[in-house]
């Protein structure tokens, strides 16, 4: 058990719906990370945020968008979804005090469009 | 277009048997190196890490070898278990900055009591 947890374990959606992604980061990690695992594009970077604000940006879609909270846990937002955004997506946070840059990942959840 | 199912690498090994996973990575810039084991229906756990200004890092049962001049990573697992079984991911830090990851795409690591 990494200590981060994700809801839901199992989301099945319709094209066009909307849905948000919950992560809840280890106690005291400030960094939250996004990632995209998909059949044909593995493990891709989509958003990372850093004690409440937005750090670094990578393939993520204008149609998807996240927060992180006062409270640290970060939503995940996918919108106008499509058949393509049928993946696992998971989160991982990081502490930032060591010199370890290992980031902690959650179970994910999978997302089915259907 | 139509999407394909990524083709993993498959390394298959007896049990007890030494394997090497290797990766290539992309970035020159890269400073900071970390190998991830992902079971089925799980996400990516830690396995190892290494920084640039090491070439070899040792962990229990596990060695990371790092070759910077041709920009390569590779992963040795000592006496390897059935529980080892899993897909193997190396990634790189990449821009160096708030510590986002670039995976490779993995390889499957088999083992054959």
């Known amino acids: 058990d990494s200590g981060v947890t994700q809801t839901p374990k199992h989301l099945i959606t319709a094209t066009g719906q909307r849905v948000t992604l919950r992560c809840s980061p280890r106690s005291g990690d400030l960094s939250v990370y996004w990632y995209q695992q998909s059949l044909d594009q593995g493990l891709q970077f989509l958003i990372q945020?850093?004690?409440?604000?937005?750090?670094a940006k990578g393939n993520i879609l204008e149609r998807f968008s996240a927060q992180q909270f006062p409270d640290l846990h970060s939503e995940l937002n996918l919108s106008s979804l499509e058949l393509g955004d049928s993946a696992l997506y998971f989160c991982?946070?990081?502490?930032?005090?060591?010199?370890?840059?290992?980031?902690?990942f959650g179970p994910g959840t999978r997302l089915t469009v259907l | 277009g139509e999407s394909v199912g990524l083709h993993l690498p498959t390394l298959s090994v007896q049990e007890g048997d030494n394997s090497i996973i290797n990766c290539a990575y992309s970035?020159?810039?890269?400073?900071?190196f970390i190998w991830y084991k992902q079971e089925s229906g799980k996400g990516p756990q830690f396995i190892i890490d290494i920084r640039s200004n090491m070439d070899k890092r040792q962990g229990q049962r596990v060695t990371v070898l790092l070759n910077k001049t041709v920009k390569h990573l590779s992963l040795q697992i000592a006496a390897t278990q059935p529980g080892d079984s899993a897909v193997y991911f190396c990634?790189?830090?990449?821009?160096?900055?708030?510590?986002?990851?670039?995976f490779g795409q993995g390889t499957e690591l088999s083992v054959k009591p």
């Open positions: 991982a946070s990081r502490d930032h005090t060591g010199a370890s840059g290992e980031q902690f």
């Open positions: 990634a790189e830090n990449g821009d160096n900055q708030g510590g986002k990851l670039i």
């Open positions: 970035n020159s810039a890269s400073d900071y």
């Open positions: 945020y850093y004690n409440g604000e937005e750090r």
